[in-house]
């Protein structure tokens, strides 16, 4: 049924958002959302690369017990904390809601761009400004104090890079929230007619929970390394009890920005995730509003449970007995989640892409993350656990294993739709193995380690810790070559790859009706909007070499409630 | 085959049968206070549960992947898109298991909180990067001793930043924050004893809170010994002054004894809240000005020539020095104020004669109240390392 319906909704313009308009100064001045989000890409992966490096000096430092002749103590400290900070605020925070964010948000809305695209471009400048503030530390004598800035280790003595890295945090964290601002008005605001909320991709709605805890929470952090650099610049006690202040009062203010932080970081992953199972499942999500809720509750429930962080801190025994207690709250839409996208797999028509590989990964290494929080989460357990190996190998595999996986999967989603070309499946699949085992090699022995009592951030180990640690490595080596390869095809397919067609996977929600890549407006008429999980009207056409969908069947189907 | 790789420990294993601790599982290490029985089985328990869960997840998720995989281009799935009782029972299934779990580790965290009445208490200080441990009777030592089947109780403090206590074998562990004390307790049954080589057996002590640069190497040894062992032990701790030669008093024991002085009291000459014992305002180091008499000024304006000498108060400089840690108050340096306390029953006549000693040799030392190695005597031979600890 291939009818001039069904074709995309932009005519086949030879302008897309790439070819737009021309030159360096186009890019830099641009209020295109999509070059915004492709800017922020490159800025992202290229600080991930950064981390990543760092991550593998850390890890090759520790296949030996006791010191090395290349790497002093404080390099290795210097090292870890820079991984740290970089891959949470220069990677992780931004890479979903700023990089892929940016890119489909308003298509998959159906608008044409953001609400505020010069505060977007503001933002991503302002991203700029935090990194630079990132490396002029190091020139300025590096930090060492762990991403977590513990006083008063970090206000009197660390290493003399700490003041600028502090205000790169707090320029880094206006752009999270301007960002957040962009996207609650643009979804409040920019809705094409039909677009209920409950029309909306789920992506959507965990983008929307996560700019609730964004422009929430981000505050919270500015004000906290404010008064830190306060406290290093000019002696005023604030944390150092020398100087009458309190260390246990930072780490508070740290965990009420950096827990709900924690969920800035998953909860956009989840939304991808429940975009790719149910598009290469070509299956309708099994309980859209289970998991639409779900996410609002996991951001209402971040808020409360900062406290767990400190169950070893002296605070009192009653507020641990109370944040323990909160915390389980966090489980339940969490397992909610999982259970539901298990149910989506249930009778579909699954196409094992490399987007999907990446979304069952995310899918095993959630489940592993999620259910170790529950020794951490429980008290009497979690003393025994507590700042250990454990705990690293906890947040690696909900940190890395599930955001970042879920980032790569999307990336790999719309990566046809970014820049209209096809990478190869072949090495899409090879690479995604590599990380999938090498990421295991690397964490898992990290849960062993820390049961058995090896304390984290450490440079120096007894020898019983060694074989671990051996593995660990090398699964880190593992996992290194496994994104060399995925830079190396994806590169390779923005030169020679093939040309993709408008909808590759056969997904139903609107950016998937414009060409790849977008034309500069995103759409030249407003967009009809059908519900984006049926797949019924969604047929494979040979001529175009992607799908098709049959917009007046999609519509009609909505409508009639035939696809619900 | 990785796990009895794993499973491997150097003499843990064969030890932990005579001992009867708890032995070490591929999740955890050996198990040796009367609190970590229950802790380990809350952690076990869990853990099933989470193979359960884990495996129940991975397990239909694969079957599906694999059951429901495309065929051909075709591609629209029909199948259910809720269903209510499903997705409630879903939820409500996991919430019932968290309260479970959290009543186990609440009531192992109320235990392991609350020391015992007659706990038997040491006193803590962390600091960049070792651990001081203080008994009741004066003893102090580096590694950490504890008497079997009697709770111990350890009230931790710190001289800098953030440090925490960590004994893994006990499973307990404690932040030490400047400014406030935090305790910890715990009862251990078994003496560590000693291996077949004749070597003492311990637990790992470590720091788990990120201290700086040498964070990894404030970990230290913890020596269960019986009761008798124990106070054996102590009471050899307290007399280790009276094991020192007079001769090597100056950099064996003044070092170690500076410790409590140097809060207050610098070495180089810098300001602190008492007189510096080095060279200050051009006055001579503290002995060099106390010999001569005359070139400080005590007690608003007098000369300290006038009370020491022959027929004067103080027939020696040494009789002034010690006057002046056990009554400090009697004569102050000119402008300081009556700040320091009294040392009395806290030093012994040899303690005291060891801080003159080391003031005698002032220029021997590091401005941290560390002896040069080149000080050191070469009779003194293999024991340098000690003092220069």
Redesign the interface.
């Known amino acids: 049924m291939t009818t001039l319906d069904s074709r995309p909704i932009a005519t086949e313009a030879k302008d897309n958002y790439l070819t737009f308009t021309r030159g360096i100064l186009s890019w830099i001045f641009t209020l295109d959302h999509k070059r915004i989000g492709v800017m922020y890409l490159f800025a992202v992966l290229s600080s991930f690369f950064v981390g990543g490096v760092m991550a593998l000096l850390v890890r090759t430092k520790l296949l030996f017990p006791g010191k090395v002749d290349w790497m002093t103590e404080d390099a290795y400290n210097k090292a870890f904390t820079l991984h740290g900070a970089i891959m949470v605020f220069l990677v992780i925070i931004p890479s979903i809601p700023a990089a892929l964010g940016n890119f489909v948000l308003p298509i998959m809305l159906g608008a044409k761009d953001v609400a505020f695209p010069r505060l977007n471009l503001f933002s991503f400048y302002l991203w700029v400004m935090g990194a630079i503030c990132a490396v002029y530390s190091l020139m300025a004598g590096g930090f060492d104090t762990g991403w977590t800035f513990y006083t008063p280790y970090s206000s009197q003595f660390a290493a003399g890079g700490t003041i600028p890295v502090l205000v790169g945090v707090f320029i880094l964290g206006f752009s999270s929230i301007f960002t957040g601002v962009n996207f609650i008005v643009t979804i409040h605001k920019l809705r094409p007619p039909g677009m209920t909320w409950f029309r909306m991709p789920l992506f959507l709605w965990a983008l929307y929970a996560t700019a609730l805890i964004q422009i929430l929470a981000t505050p919270v952090l500015g004000i906290t390394v404010a008064l830190l650099v306060v406290e290093r610049a000019f002696n005023i006690g604030i944390f150092d009890p020398s100087m009458g202040g309190d260390p246990v009062l930072f780490q508070h203010f740290f965990w009420f920005y950096s827990h709900p932080a924690v969920y800035i970081m998953i909860l956009p992953g989840m939304g991808i995730i429940s975009e790719l199972i149910s598009v290469h499942s070509h299956r309708h999500i099994f309980g859209f509003r289970f998991i639409a809720f779900s996410s609002i509750a996991i951001a209402i429930f971040s808020f409360l449970v900062w406290g767990h962080h400190m169950f070893t801190s002296g605070q009192s025994p009653l507020m641990n007995v109370l944040f323990s207690a909160i915390t389980f709250s966090v489980a339940i839409p969490s397992a909610v989640k999982v259970f539901n996208w298990l149910a989506t797999l249930y009778k579909g028509s699954i196409a094992l892409n490399t987007p999907m590989l990446y979304a069952l990964s995310f899918m095993f290494l959630f489940t592993i993350g999620g259910l170790t929080g529950i020794p951490l989460a429980v008290l009497s357990t979690d003393i025994h656990l507590h700042d250990t190996y454990f705990v690293v190998a906890h947040f690696h595999y909900v940190m890395m294993g599930s955001a970042l996986i879920a980032m790569i999967g999307g990336l790999h989603h719309w990566w046809p739709k970014m820049f209209g070309v096809m990478y190869s499946e072949f090495w899409g699949k090879i690479a995604c193995a590599l990380v999938f085992i090498g990421f295991n090699m690397t964490f898992f022995t990290q849960f062993m380690l820390g049961s058995q009592g090896m304390p984290r951030r450490y440079y120096a180990y007894q020898p019983e810790f060694q074989i671990y640690h051996h593995i660990s490595t090398g699964g880190s080596y593992i996992m290194a070559i496994g994104f060399l390869i995925t830079a190396m095809y994806l590169l390779h397919s923005l030169f020679a790859g093939k040309k993709a067609p408008a909808n590759p996977w056969g997904g139903a929600s609107l950016e998937w009706q414009c060409t790849s890549p977008p034309p500069h407006d995103n759409f030249s008429t407003t967009p009809r909007v059908g519900d984006c999980y049926d797949f019924s009207a969604v047929r494979w056409d040979e001529k175009e070499q992607g799908y098709v969908i049959d917009t007046e069947a999609h519509i009609s189907a909505a409508a009639s409630g035939k696809g619900h | 085959m990785?796990p009895t790789?794993?499973l491997q420990?150097?003499t843990d294993a064969a030890l932990s049968k005579t001992q009867g601790v708890t032995p070490?599982t591929?999740?955890?290490?050996e198990g040796a206070s009367t609190i970590a029985p229950?802790?380990d089985w809350?952690?076990n328990f869990?853990?099933y549960?989470?193979y359960f869960?884990?495996f129940l997840?991975?397990g239909?998720?694969c079957y599906?992947?694999w059951r429901?995989?495309?065929?051909g281009?075709?591609?629209?799935?029909?199948?259910?898109?809720?269903?209510t009782v499903?997705?409630v029972g879903?939820?409500v299934l996991?919430?019932l298991i968290?309260?479970v779990?959290?009543f186990?580790?609440?009531?192992?965290?109320?235990s392991?909180?609350t020391a015992p009445e007659n706990a038997y208490q040491i006193d803590v200080t962390a600091l960049?990067w070792a651990w001081k441990f203080k008994y009741p009777n004066g003893a102090q030592s580096d590694d950490l001793y504890v008497p079997a089947g009697r709770p111990v109780k350890l009230v931790m403090r710190s001289e800098?930043?953030?440090h925490?206590l960590?004994i893994?074998?006990f499973?307990?562990?404690?932040?030490v924050?400047?400014?406030?004390y935090?305790s910890l307790w715990f009862q251990a049954d078994n003496p560590t004893g000693k291996n077949e080589k004749g070597e003492d057996n311990f637990h790992?002590l470590?720091?788990?809170?990120?201290?700086?640069?040498?964070?990894?190497?404030m970990n230290r040894k913890v020596f269960v010994l019986s009761q008798d062992e124990f106070d054996g032990w102590l009471g050899e701790q307290a007399r280790w002054l009276d094991k020192i030669d007079d001769s090597e008093l100056w950099w064996k024991a003044g070092p170690k004894l500076f410790v409590a002085c140097k809060t207050c009291h610098t070495l180089d000459g810098s300001v602190g809240t008492g007189p510096s014992w080095g060279n200050y305002d051009g006055t001579g180091n503290i002995w060099e000005r106390t010999k001569s008499g005359s070139t400080h000024k005590i007690d608003g304006g007098k000369n300290l020539g006038d009370i020491i000498g022959p027929g004067k108060e103080h027939e020696t400089p040494d009789g002034y020095l010690r006057e002046s840690i056990l009554n400090p108050g009697k004569h102050l340096v000119d402008p300081y104020g009556n700040v320091m306390p009294t040392f009395k029953g806290q030093l012994s006549d040899r303690g005291i004669q060891a801080l003159i000693d080391m003031m005698k040799n002032l220029d021997k030392f590091n401005k941290d109240g560390t002896v040069k190695p080149e000080a050191i005597p070469q009779t003194a031979g293999g024991a340098a390392g000690v003092a220069a600890k």
């Open positions: 990785i790789i794993l420990t150097s070490r591929f999740w955890l290490p229950e802790l809350v952690f869990i853990n549960i989470n869960f884990f997840v991975v239909i998720m599906f992947a429901y995989r495309q065929r281009r075709e591609v629209y799935a029909r199948g259910p898109n809720h269903h499903l997705e879903w939820t996991p919430t968290v309260v779990i959290f186990m580790g609440f009531k192992g965290f109320v392991a909180k960049k800098d930043v953030l925490s960590y893994r074998d499973r307990v562990k404690q932040d924050v400047p400014g406030r935090s790992h470590f720091c788990t809170e990120f201290c700086g640069t040498f964070h990894s190497n």
